[in-house]
């Protein structure tokens, strides 16, 4: 059974930092594309970043671009995404997802139908 668990998420003040990490088990982690996305209570969950199964290829959302990194260690098994100057609008909860199908761009996987499987997702709370 495939499982994704997410953590370092907290408490920030704007302008900081934080890595998230995503640990997959139960299958070749080298055989997902990785996806990030977060939500907000009440509202539709929205793409952040993905990157493919090899890492050559990365996209992210407009509203996170030049701010964030998606990377991978598939050694490791673990997706992250490293996010700087954060702003209060990136509150959120944030979810690792990974989907079986290769796509040659990341940008291929920035709907949240395309993936097979979530994590539980870590609060990342940025304070004013």
């Known amino acids: 059974q495939v499982q994704l668990v997410e953590s370092g998420g907290g408490l920030v003040q704007a302008g900081g930092s934080l890595r998230l990490s995503c640990v997959v088990s139960g299958r070749t982690f080298s055989s997902f594309a990785m996806g990030w996305f977060r939500q907000v209570s009440g509202k539709e969950r929205d793409f952040v970043a993905a990157i493919t199964r090899r890492g050559g290829s990365t996209d992210y959302a407009n509203s996170v671009k030049g701010r964030f990194t998606i990377s991978r260690d598939n050694a490791k098994n673990t997706v992250y995404l490293q996010m700087n100057s954060l702003k209060p609008e990136d509150t959120a909860v944030y979810y690792c997802?990974?989907?079986?199908?290769?796509?040659?761009?990341?940008?291929?996987?920035?709907?949240?139908?395309?993936?097979?499987?979530w994590g539980q997702g870590t609060q990342v709370t940025v304070s004013s």
């Open positions: 997802a990974a989907e079986r199908t290769a796509y040659g761009s990341a940008q291929a996987y920035r709907s949240l139908y395309e993936y097979d499987y």
